[in-house]
């Protein structure tokens, strides 16, 4: 008796959102049987997608019980924001009975597992332990992992490279962590010209290279600006350029250098944009409400689905976003049928300005400031500052009753 309360002692807690007074009623005594110790806080709807960090509370490792029954569209959103916060909450999804394809959904979100109505035990405790049984084992790695951003357009001209220069420097500013900032666009890449920076090495010799990377070859290799390493894309285009397809020999050494990688990718096509996408934990998908643009986006999300490139993953950003111009942020968000992440105002002059000097645009602007928010959402504070290593070491403990 001892032990288990001495696992309780570890703060932990569940979440159960739902707006169906029925399925909570049924669902509360499992919860207070199999989670004694554990505090449970019930929300009785739907929050918004940008307030579910709020609405959980954060700080610990959390256990969400999401209602997929009430309204699926909206909790499937719910989802996608949950996982983006990362291993520190696992979404067990409610579903009213077997529906293989909202079964299917909601894993491709990132739904760690499903409850079918009418609740068991039994169904509980299987759920439980599968969770504890793939939990990564993050108390003995010490540090949080690395973080990989992938900024893409949706079509030329929407200013994701811009917003991917200026996101390594806002993320470096804000969190002193080691930022990365790698220019992977082979053809058009543009950081030497927005930075005013130049390098005799490109991504293609670190690729070429990458059996023999060491410290002192990655030194030679990136640039450091303001406190941020910036990996180049090539000055000229060859007349036979090497076909890419995998960045990963890049990325798998910067993993072990750096604490946030962002990358400037062309587009989202081709197996070499694909890989981009899927190493990455975030994509920020970066459109602007003019409806050419959001045509463009609209096909980059379905060949992002077609290639397995996981919606959950992918944040919907508006850059240039004006509001008496284009399109509203409730319609872009209809017609595409996905929760805009983030918008980003327009601010010609300022960027501009920047842009002359080689700078980053300074943070008290309009597009400064809607900057900070967006990289205060992607993890900067309440996600990257906080280890999460003695909160997960805890799972195995929570669940471990689950056997007996």
Known sequence: MQNRDSRADVLRRGVVISPNSRMVRELAPLLESH???????????????????????????????????????????????????GGQVQVLALLPGNDPDLMLRCLRAGAADFLLEPFTAEQLEGVLAKIARL????????????KIIAVMPAKGA??????????????????????????????????SFLLKI???????????????????????????????????????????PPELTDPSPILEYARH???????????????WNLNQARAAHEVLLVTTNELPALQAAQRALSYLDANRVGRWKIRLLVNRYQREVGLSRDVIGTALHTEIFDSIPSDYEAVQKALMEGKPVPANTAFGKGLTQ?????GVRGGDGEKKSSSLGGLFGLFSKTSK
Request: net charge negative; proline share 4%.
């Open 374 to 378: 967006v990289v205060e959402r992607l």
């Open 257 to 271: 250098a750096y604490d946030v990688i962002i990358l400037d990718a062309g587009n989202v096509y081709g197996d």
């Open 158 to 191: 929407c200013g994701a490279t811009t917003i991917a220069c200026n996101l390594a420097f806002y993320w470096k500013r804000m969190s002193a962590k080691r930022v990365l900032l790698a220019d992977l666009d082979p053809l058009t890449g543009t950081l």
């Open 35 to 85: 989670l004694a110790g554990s505090s449970i806080n019930f929300v009785n709807s739907y929050p918004a997608p940008r307030d579910i960090s709020s609405a959980l509370g954060g700080g610990t490792l959390q256990l969400v019980f999401l209602d997929l029954a009430s309204d699926p569209e909206r909790a499937l959103q719910l989802l996608a924001e949950m996982v983006r916060l």
């Open 198 to 240: 130049k390098s005799v090495f490109s991504f293609l010799d670190a690729l070429q290279r990458s059996h023999e990377l060491d410290a002192d070859l990655w030194r030679a290799m990136v640039t450091n600006v303001n406190g941020v390493d910036v990996l180049l894309a090539p000055e000229l285009i060859t007349d036979n």
């Open 135 to 146: 939990q990564p084992a993050a108390e003995t790695a010490g540090a949080d992992p690395t």
